[in-house]
């Protein structure tokens, strides 16, 4: 199922003569219950491939690239040119694109650890042992986070679009 299939439709008049064009109404939004978004048991994590799209995971995990829209919905991808991991050769495009010195210090960082978790937190440049993280380094670690996706399990997938199509015909 292509995601605008079940969308109703609307007759719209593009130019204001009175010419109406038979549409889908593409400004609904439908958003995953946070009720099926927190059973954690139906979710896997999955880690994008350089240069898998949400289409090919679609297809490699549910054997249809239709389906990608559940991938997105289920990780709250609204933009997927700006959401979605580049491949490497994007990510590189677009660090020369955005800055004239990649490698020049964007802030520093150090270590803290509370337990078992250790985190790393922004501080000033004269904090004993701050470690400077380039421009290259904070791009690529928020391009990485991007990476990590979750994955519905194939054996819901039928029960996710028989909801989507029950809410969007609402």
Do not use: C
Not at 91 to 107: N, Q, V, W
């Amino acid at each position: 199922m292509s995601y605008f299939d079940p969308f109703p439709t609307i007759a719209y008049d593009p130019t204001g003569d009175k010419n109406y064009k038979t549409i889908k109404d593409i400004l609904l939004r439908v958003k995953m219950k946070d009720a099926i978004k927190s059973r954690y048991a139906i979710f896997e994590k999955y880690d994008i491939k350089d240069g898998e799209t949400p289409e090919k995971v679609a297809y490699e995990n549910y054997g249809d690239p239709n389906l990608y829209w559940i991938i997105l919905m289920t990780n709250e991808i609204l933009n997927p040119f700006y959401d979605w991991p580049l491949s490497i050769r994007d990510f590189e495009r677009y660090i020369a694109d955005k800055y004239d010195s990649p490698y020049d210090t964007h802030h520093y960082e150090i270590a803290q650890s509370s337990g078992i978790t250790t985190k790393m937190v922004t501080v000033p440049s004269t904090t004993p042992l701050a470690e400077a993280i380039s421009y290259y380094d904070y791009e690529s670690n928020l391009h990485n986070a991007k990476k990590q996706i979750k994955l519905l399990k194939a054996e819901y997938v039928l029960q996710i679009v028989n909801e989507f199509k029950k809410d969007i015909q609402r």
